[in-house]
């Protein structure tokens, strides 16, 4: 209960119903493990808090890019609604930390993956909608999820775009090289080095090496905008 209360105040959002919130940070490995009822995990409220991103975010680029065509507004969406980005936008919630779940997937890193982590985020957001209505969930996904935009399309696009604008400006050939791993077999976490045109420009970790390139695209590309 501690930790709900703790989450509570890190989102700025106070539950009336505090079983959402509980079945929102529910795993389904530790709703199995503890033999809960049927449902008692998050995957219903992902579903619907899914369905609540989609048209939040939906509107909201539709306003501020009123120019764009269509196939763009879709593409913008998907970069900020996608698995990685949802999964980022945790990190300042620190979300990893509140979720239950189970011994085998606590064991083997389940608190930093990706897919874990984003498809809470949609929960919450869902156990939001359902607890205080449209306009608490709209305020929560303004809050967390559609901010800074630009440098989260920059961190989703991050490997695609570089390479794009090494080979428009004829900055050499690009290089990433993998230099440090540490953790546990299951909790692998690792380092890459990225070079453009013989020289090292940035860093990057992650528990995967396409995150770890991911990351060090994102900073190589901060540089060169900056």
């Known amino acids: 209960m501690r930790k709900q209360l703790e989450f509570q105040e890190v989102i700025g959002y ?30 219903r409220l992902e579903f619907l808090g899914d369905a609540v991103l989609e048209i939040v975010s939906s509107e909201y680029l539709y306003h501020l890019f009123p120019d764009l065509p269509e196939g763009e507004l879709t593409k913008m969406r998907a970069s900020l609604v996608c698995e990685p980005t949802l999964a980022y936008c945790t990190k300042d919630m620190h979300l990893g930390d509140y979720i239950l779940l189970g011994r085998g997937e606590e064991r083997t890193g389940g608190r930093q993956r990706n897919s874990i982590l984003s498809d809470t985020l949609e929960a919450v957001i869902g156990a939001v909608y359902l607890d205080g209505g449209f306009a608490s969930a709209k305020e929560f996904i303004l809050k967390f999820i559609l901010t800074d935009i630009a440098h989260k399309q920059l961190f989703y696009d991050s490997k695609t775009i570089l390479q794009e604008t090494v080979q428009g400006q004829n900055l050499g050939a690009m290089e990433y090289k993998l230099i440090g791993e540490s953790g546990p077999d299951h909790d692998k976490l690792f380092t890459v080095e990225l070079s453009i045109g013989g020289n090292i420009v940035s860093r990057g970790e992650g528990h995967t090496k396409k995150a770890a390139e991911q990351e060090a695209a994102y900073h190589a590309l901060v540089q060169l905008k900056e």
Request: hydrophobic fraction near 25%.
């Open 14 to 43: 106070q539950f009336k119903q505090d079983g959402l919130l509980v079945q929102a940070l529910t795993h389904s490995s530790y709703a199995n493990e503890k033999r809960m009822k049927k449902h008692s995990d998050n995957e």
